[in-house]
């Protein structure tokens, strides 16, 4: 039987203090329905098939990947609902935190077309 090597204990600096997370900046992007996600949700938060219906396509998460590795952090908020049958299921619905907001409204500021 092998062994294992031994795992190093993980040490915790505290001197250091906090570590700041770093959020990328949000690079822009000219994809049309990019553009489409992003003025709706500087309207509003909204669930996932609202949003596929704003962007025109029938995979929002996907958008939603791409903007967050754009830069953009796009949290989803689970929700309670009851669907149809009367069910209680927890929807997602995405939306952009304050930060989101001034790094699209920075970019925006330096293109020379806005939404």
């Known amino acids: 039987m092998k062994k294992l090597p031994k795992k190093k204990p993980q040490t915790v600096a505290a001197d250091k203090g906090p570590s700041k997370v770093h959020t990328p900046k949000f690079s822009g ?35 939603v990947a791409e903007l967050r590795r754009r830069g953009l952090e796009l949290p989803c908020k689970r929700i309670h609902r009851v669907d149809r049958d009367g ?12 930060g989101d907001r001034r790094k699209v409204h920075r970019w925006l500021a330096t293109r020379s077309l806005n939404l």
């Open 29 to 63: 992007t000219d994809n049309p329905r990019h553009l489409r996600v992003i003025a709706a949700l500087l309207r509003r938060p909204m669930p996932r098939e609202s949003l596929d219906r704003e962007a025109g396509c029938s995979n929002g998460p996907e958008l």
């Open 87 to 98: 069910f209680i299921c927890r929807p997602g619905v995405y939306f952009l935190t304050e």
